[in-house]
């Protein structure tokens, strides 16, 4: 079975900093791709950045493209996303999903989800 655990949310003053990490388990791990998605209360969920753990291809939206960066350490099957000069429209709760590859990275159809882990950013 596909596990994701998320983790590294927290409460950050706008302008900071926080990388959330993803740990994956029970899948091989450079078959798939890895996705941030985040929702915030009363707002529809919303793909974040996702990552192709194979050739490390990226897709970013709009909202976090130059602030925020994905990466993936395949030793330790974990994806990050480290999250710079934050905002307080950043507040939400953040999610990571995966699917096996080939995947469509700006899809929101990722097959299998972790937890999610609470960002809020105070203005």
């Known amino acids: 079975d596909v596990q994701l655990q998320a983790s590294g949310g927290g409460l950050v003053q706008a302008g900071g900093s926080l990388r959330l990490s993803c740990a994956a388990s029970?899948?091989?791990?450079?078959?798939?791709?890895i996705g941030w998605f985040r929702q915030a209360p009363g707002k529809e969920r919303e793909g974040v950045s996702s990552?192709?753990?194979?050739?490390?291809?990226?897709y970013y939206a709009d909202s976090v493209k130059g602030r925020f960066t994905i990466s993936s350490d395949n030793a330790k099957t974990t994806v990050y996303l480290q999250m710079n000069n934050l905002r307080p429209e950043d507040t939400a709760v953040y999610y990571c999903?995966?699917?096996?590859?080939?995947?469509?990275?700006?899809?929101?159809?990722?097959?299998?989800w972790g937890q999610g882990t609470q960002v809020t950013v105070s203005s």
């Open positions: 990552i192709r753990i194979s050739d490390g291809s990226t």
């Open positions: 999903a995966a699917n096996q590859l080939p995947y469509d990275l700006e899809s929101e159809d990722f097959g299998s």
């Open positions: 029970g899948i091989t791990f450079d078959n798939y791709a």
